[in-house]
């Protein structure tokens, strides 16, 4: 049984972004507290920055030539229609990777990965290490099309199972995911083991029935319950009554902005690098964009709602995700910091562990490198292959 692929182009009409321009220049801020910065919320300065950028300097036909560089389908998943990018590199077919995305990121956050992870030859790396990728929205985000009622992570690797074997013809494959997407990966090395090679995580997602135990536990887990008094206030909002919000800001283009580049600003690792330089204005956009043009922002905070009506994230007693897994650790994560290595252990089969020099959140956008290296290192512990040193 194969899935119906229908070739798929991004395309915003001239009226489209006129009409969104014309919304952009419209703009005017809110009050803000003198010195406020980003501690209130999105930075109203920096707000006012990027629109202006995004009404008369963003190139809206440089972005969708970039986001159309690699193919892309709708596929028709069961009552879901995906949006998908799928790259044959090098591997021609013998290395499928699925990169799955999360909120508020989407398809782009790979985008500098995707040529160096399918033919890492043209920067100076081994063909040995290419992969085939497949990079589906998730149900309700981007291109993909709203589902009729929110669908959880569980569902969505259902979903993606399907779409690996019996729309590419996939039977094996390699999994990876940040966010949600860590949580979707997990689901699929928990309930798709057969068909999974191997999970690449930089989030913790499944956790295990059992409770911190060792003292390092234990301060983890306060920590994140602290990160998320500080920061979580958008979590209980968008799992409890996601409508709201949607129809607050899905009419709104720079309210969806300020909403999302709160997350980016605060989950980012800033520790040395400003904000500006760890993403540009159209790196941001480019990503926001895909919220707005497809009016995507609503049905994409249900994906939280989903979470709870699904069943939670919690491993029943006494087992774990047991395909081979890789944690990528990157420190400068600021709400969802990854446990100690016994705490992860209770929830997946580590086979390896990288404490990365820097990157936080949006893993792929901000450290590609190190990022695209982990992965390529454990695909070769799997497959077996020496350690390449550099």
């Known amino acids: 049984m194969s899935l119906a692929l229908t070739p798929f182009t991004v395309h915003w009409s001239d009226a489209q972004i006129a009409a969104l ?109 290419a992969f085939d990728l497949v990079l589906p929205s998730l149900p309700g985000f981007g291109y993909s099309s709203p589902p009729k009622r929110p669908i959880g992570q569980r569902a969505t690797a259902s ?34 083991a057969a068909h999974v090679r191997g999970v690449h995580i930089n989030m913790l997602g499944l ?13 983890w887990a306060e920590q994140g319950r602290l990160a998320m008094q500080a920061y979580g206030g958008y979590f209980m909002l968008q799992a409890s009554k996601p409508q709201s919000l949607g129809l607050a800001l899905s009419d709104t283009p720079v309210g969806q902005a300020a909403w999302i580049l709160e997350r980016f600003h605060d989950w980012s690792d800033l520790r040395v690098k400003s904000f500006e330089a760890v993403y540009s204005f159209d790196q941001l956009l480019t990503n926001i964009m895909l919220y707005v043009a497809p009016n995507a922002f609503a049905t994409s905070v249900w994906y939280y709602r989903a979470l709870f009506e699904e069943g939670g994230a919690v491993l029943p ?10 944690f990528a650790n990157f420190p400068g994560e600021a709400i969802y910091r990854n446990p100690p290595r016994t705490y992860a252990e209770k929830a997946y089969n580590v086979v390896r562990w990288t404490d990365m020099a820097a990157g936080g959140h949006f893993a792929c956008m901000e ?8 992965i390529q ?14």
């Open 21 to 129: 321009r014309q919304r952009l220049l419209a703009f005017k801020p809110a009050p803000t507290p003198e010195g406020g910065g980003w501690a209130y919320g999105c930075d109203v300065d920096y707000l006012q920055r990027i629109t202006a950028y995004w009404a008369e300097g963003y190139d809206f036909d440089a972005a969708q030539a970039r986001l159309n560089l690699y193919p892309q389908y709708l596929a028709q998943v069961g009552d879901q229609v995906l949006h998908v990018v799928h790259v044959v590199g090098e591997a021609q077919g013998k290395r499928p990777l699925l990169l799955t995305h999360g909120w508020p990121g989407s398809v782009f956050e790979f985008w500098d990965a995707i040529e160096p992870l399918a033919y890492p030859s043209r920067f100076g790396g081994d063909p040995a290490d």
């Open 159 to 192: 979903l993606f199972d399907r779409l690996m074997r019996e729309g590419f013809g996939y039977e094996t494959y390699l999994a990876q995911g940040g966010d949600w997407g860590g949580l979707v990966t997990g689901w699929l090395g928990f309930d798709h």
């Open 207 to 219: 956790r295990p029935a059992d409770p911190p135990e060792t003292a390092d536990e234990k301060a």
């Open 317 to 326: 007693k006494g087992v774990r995700v047991e395909a081979p897994t890789a």
């Open 367 to 374: 450290e590609p490198k190190a990022f695209i290296a982990d």
């Open 377 to 390: 290192a454990f695909a070769r512990d799997l497959d077996g292959q020496p350690e390449k040193r550099p």
